[in-house]
């Protein structure tokens, strides 16, 4: 397989990214390319391009009625369910579910998707990848399987030209229908038609809209085939490639497990481009397709190696061309390096690519350079790619260069805990014992059985981690939910030596996880970069102890998991309002709105004729004033009253269908649907809101003037009491460009600009250089809101009239989010004129305390500064003398073993710094010496190990001696060779810890004869 079809993806998961389980996951090809031998053949010569492709298949049903629509961005708009898009249906769910009108009952789009739940195969075989590209025509409610089936037979053959005698079609075991179409609609011979079962030929996902399949197979020949005289189309073999799946959706799924029919059935097929280039372009894997073996020579200039050169290479490569083109177009949509989320999942490609690059030996960053050619190859279908590519390539470049900045000290810490861990082994293997005499070694288990982790992604260490031989559940995804770690690939351990929690077991070993956990955590490790790299050496990692580190985020990602529709297809309003109109919202012109109560919702979500005092309702109306929360700004509240009762409304929210849903709680009397009432907002929120509102433009529009167009939104908070304004740059603003910023939007607020809003076409507003959300889908008409000749943003929300109205503007905070990510928050109106009157007497209390005048504080707090300074400087000499006089003591105290001498001391006096500085003077007066050091002070366990320049030589590793006295004590840390030091929890286990220390010592320098 090259990519796949919506139903292998196994629809739009709820669970993540990658829907579908192990088998399914990852854009396969079924090529029979070697991994790592000669690069397969290449593109005929005359076959149509993969740009060519695509376009061909849009232009061709457009010529059917169709809409041809643009590939929505990778982020899901409205979807909780997905991290990231992963199949060309999942977008139009809305369309599907009834929960949105569709701009057309045809609809043809191209669509872009990420999936990885196979990213450690990318680039071990040639048939895995995580960017793909899924063609696809939908009919909602309008053609059904007579033109589905028809103009599938007609594009293959007539539009690309291919041989009618290597096609052939699978249909759904009980589809007579179908197969009646194939036969005598097509002609499609009964050889080469095939029934298959409700595993293969049956879309559901949950509950919902669901139906039979029928799939287009290619025959590739005989050279591809299993040689079975059974082998036909569903066989797993490499003969038979299937290049189109048709969904005929005509049941919906009920609850009891029953299917009823849909009154309008719908039209979904899914082909991935990839695959299809790979059938016309005659070529055997998505790598030798036109435009990614573009990429791919690319990468080989860049790193000076020939393809097929060698297995190793090969590898790298692939893996290089493959992430560079999700890469690309996971930033062209707005997507950003973080540790949670979707930014993880960038983060993980981003950074595999990179740590690749330096394995084929290429100096410097280099991905920014690649991105330049993924950018040319597709920015004619995709034109954000062109108008981004600046932005695109600036990231790219500061993650790879943050990571490299973080690798060399993440792999050093690697090779240290993997060289101690030999070490541990070796002393044990001569004493006879566990290695550290007591202390024991990195994972060690009980023995016995040893358990499988487990295939596929788990969603935050949920399926998969370290279950006794089970594997992620179907449709299991890589999705860690909003905020949460997407620590996905629980890996595949074999069974064996058993390790605790299903960690997977190496040939050398496994790595303690509170080690792993470090390298995520302080170096930007992922998950998987760690278990690459300590697989390369023959070591497993325990992701059971790994997972145990996370808790928190785990419980967070939990939270926003639960929060997450129960169905693929989301909630849905009661069959009772399913026929409800769009509330008109009347709220940009008016306060209070004259309304009639369209339908009632109880606590439980059920449809209800009527709710009484005290209870908590959701009103829907055929008209509101109330703003439902969107596009960061926070939702109305008010009042909605009837002739007999009242309903105090605390949020808004809207469905996808323009449903505004009003929660809220009867306060007196009862309410009744069909009843008329008067909606009212809170006028002094909205009025606040609406200052904070137009005073971000201004930031935004301030901003880009003084930091560059490289300013993008990145997300925004817009409520009564404050601003919070997500941007893209990439250092600390400066305080006096802070100042010049703030001074900016001030002066456009004392300038008295007038607000205007006004609808327009996209492509006009755009032109007029109106500033558009990043990753934002919009509709062929917008919104555009201007303050003056000052700022022009594409925004839904609620405005000033006139700048003056905002009053004034204060910054509170700059910082950082996430990698290229900056924050600001900022009051207005009387909340920033509070803010300075606070200010104002503080400064005027700070004052007094230290006896100065407002003025003078600055110059004053300079002196003291120096006064401290001066008191410290006397404070470390007397230190100093001290532990002069403990060094020479504890070196009286030294015990020779073998080459070194060991001083194993308690010192409850000292903190972490004097048991370095210590250790610094220990070492620097004996080159021979080995400290090993702690400190029970403050009721917690300090450690320090020192090595001088000879005794490492002789094999001791400060590093690891000193994690292992932590664990005995509670606790972990680590360090360097020479000096080391880690922190426990018990100090009572101090003595203990330090009792195993000349064991400890004796086993590293056997380890090191």
């Excluded at 004729?609 to 596009?631: C, H, K, N, R, W």
């Excluded at 509102?693 to 990145?714: F, I, K, N, P, Y």
Aim: glycine share 14%; charged share 25%.
């Amino acid at each position: 397989m090259i990519a796949f079809s919506d139903k292998e993806a196994g629809g739009a998961g709820a669970n993540g990214v990658a829907a579908g389980g192990a088998g399914t996951g990852g854009v396969a090809t079924g090529g029979a390319t070697a991994v790592g031998g000669k690069a397969g053949a290449a593109a005929r010569a005359g076959a149509l391009g993969l740009n060519e492709l695509r376009e061909r298949y849009l232009s061709f049903f457009e010529g059917k009625g169709h809409l041809r629509m643009q590939s929505f961005p990778l982020i899901p708009q409205n979807d909780r369910s997905l991290l990231l898009i992963n199949s060309g249906m999942a977008p139009l769910k809305p369309y599907f579910t009834g929960a949105a009108e569709p701009p057309s009952r045809r609809v043809a789009t191209c669509q872009k998707c990420i999936r990885t739940p196979d990213i450690e195969n990318v680039g071990k075989t040639s048939r895995h990848g995580t960017f793909f590209e899924m063609l696809g025509n939908f009919s909602f409610g309008d053609y059904f399987k007579d033109e589905a089936i028809a103009w599938a037979w007609e594009f293959m053959t007539r539009a690309l030209g291919l041989p009618p005698e290597k096609l052939y079609a699978s249909v759904y075991e009980d589809d007579d229908e179908a197969y009646g179409i194939w036969k005598g609609g097509v002609g499609l011979p009964e050889s080469r038609i095939v029934r298959l079962g409700k595993a293969d030929n049956f879309w559901e996902h949950g509950l919902g809209p669901c139906g039979p399949c029928s799939e287009i197979y290619f025959d590739r020949g005989e050279a591809y085939g299993c040689g079975s005289p059974d082998c036909a189309p569903g066989c797993d073999c490499d003969r038979f490639i299937e290049v189109w799946n048709l969904v005929f959706t005509q049941f919906d799924r009920k609850e009891d497990g029953s299917y009823e029919r849909l009154a309008r059935p719908n039209i979904d097929t899914g082909m991935g481009l990839e695959r299809l280039a790979c059938v016309v372009q005659g070529v055997g894997n998505m790598f030798e397709v036109d435009t990614i073996r573009a990429l791919l020579d690319r990468a080989c200039a860049l790193a000076g190696v020939s393809y097929g050169a060698s297995e190793a290479s090969d590898v790298s490569i692939r893996v290089i061309a493959d992430h560079i083109r999700s890469t690309v177009m996971m930033v062209s949509d707005g997507v950003i390096p973080s540790n949670e989320g979707r930014g993880y999942v960038l983060r993980r490609l981003l950074r595999r690519a990179a740590r690749h690059g330096r394995l084929l030996g290429v100096e410097g960053a280099f991905l920014d350079r690649l991105s330049e050619t993924a950018i040319e190859l597709s920015g004619r279908a995709y034109p954000e790619l062109s108008e981004k590519a600046a932005y695109i390539k600036k990231i790219i470049a500061i993650e790879e260069e943050r990571f490299a900045q973080t690798l060399d000290q993440g792999l050093a810490i690697l090779r240290d805990v993997m060289a101690g861990y030999g070490a541990a082994q070796a002393a044990g293997a001569a004493s006879g014992e566990s290695a550290g005499a007591g202390v024991p070694p990195i994972g060690a288990g009980d023995g016995g059985a040893g358990n499988d982790a487990g295939e596929g992604d788990s969603s935050a260490g949920d399926a998969g981690a370290g279950e006794s031989g089970a594997g992620a559940p179907d449709g299991a995804g890589n999705d860690a939910g909003e905020g949460g770690n997407s620590e996905g690939d629980s890996g595949t351990g074999d069974a064996g030596a058993c390790v605790p929690d299903g960690a997977p077991v190496g040939a050398a070993g496994t790595l303690d996880g509170a080690i792993v956990f470090k390298l995520h955590d302080t170096y930007g490790f992922p998950l998987d970069l760690t278990r690459e790299i300590a697989g390369e050496a023959g070591f497993g990692i325990d992701e059971a102890g790994f997972r145990r580190n996370m808790d928190a985020q785990r419980e967070k990602a939990k939270s926003a998991l639960k929060s997450k529709d129960a169905s693929a297809w989301g909630l849905s309003l009661p069959e009772a309002l399913a026929s409800t109109r769009p509330t008109a919202f009347a709220g940009y012109g008016a306060a209070e709105t004259d309304s009639v109560i369209a339908g009632i919702l109880t606590g439980g979500g059920e449809a209800a004729e009527q709710a009484g005092e005290g209870e908590m309702v959701t009103l829907i109306l055929d008209a509101t004033p109330f703003y439902a929360e969107s596009g960061g700004q926070r939702a109305d509240t008010g009042k909605i009253t009837t002739p007999g009762g009242q309903v105090d409304v605390f949020d808004c929210k809207k469905t996808e269908g323009g449903i505004y849903l009003h929660l809220g709680e009867v306060v007196s009397g009862t309410v009744r649907a069909g009843e008329r009432a008067t909606a009212a907002i809170d006028a002094g929120r909205r009025a606040a809101t609406a200052r904070n509102h137009t005073a971000t433009h201004l930031l935004h529009e301030a901003l880009r003037r003084e930091l560059g167009d490289h300013v993008r939104q990145a997300g925004s908070l817009v409520g009564p009491d404050r601003l919070r304004f997500d941007f893209s740059h990439f250092s600390q603003v400066k305080p006096d460009e802070l100042e010049r910023i703030e001074a900016a939007v001030n002066g456009r607020i004392f300038a008295a600009l007038p607000v205007a809003t006004r609808e327009m076409d996209l492509d006009e507003a755009k032109a007029a250089g109106a500033q558009a959300l990043f990753g934002e889908k919009y509709g062929d008409r917008v919104r555009v809101v201007s303050a003056g000749d000052f700022s022009s943003e594409l925004c839904g929300g609620t405005h000033v009239k006139n700048t003056q109205d905002i009053g004034m503007f204060a910054l509170l905070h700059e910082g950082g989010v996430a990698a290229g990510i900056r924050r600001i928050e900022a009051l207005t109106g009387s909340a920033a004129h509070e803010r300075l009157a606070r200010a104002g007497r503080l400064l005027a209390s700070a004052a007094a305390l230290l006896k100065s005048e407002p003025e003078a504080l600055p110059r004053r707090v300079e002196q003291l500064q120096a006064e401290l300074k001066e008191k410290d400087r006397e404070i470390e000499k007397l230190k100093a003398g001290a532990i002069s006089g403990l060094v020479a003591e504890a070196l009286g105290e030294a015990t020779r073993h073998g080459p070194v001498r060991l001083i194993v001391k308690r010192l409850d006096q000292l903190d972490m710094g004097g048991l370095r500085s210590m250790a610094d003077g220990i070492r620097g007066r004996d080159r021979g010496a080995v400290a090993v050091l702690a400190s029970g002070l403050g009721g917690k366990a300090s450690f320090v190990v020192a090595a001088s320049e000879d005794a490492v030589a002789a094999g001791v590793k400060a590093g690891y001696t000193v994690k292992m006295l932590a664990q005995a004590a509670g606790g972990d840390g680590g360090g360097r060779p020479d000096m080391a030091q880690a922190g426990g929890k018990d100090a009572s286990l101090i003595g203990k810890a330090l009792a195993a220390a000349p064991s400890l010592i004796d086993g590293q320098l056997a380890a090191g004869k």
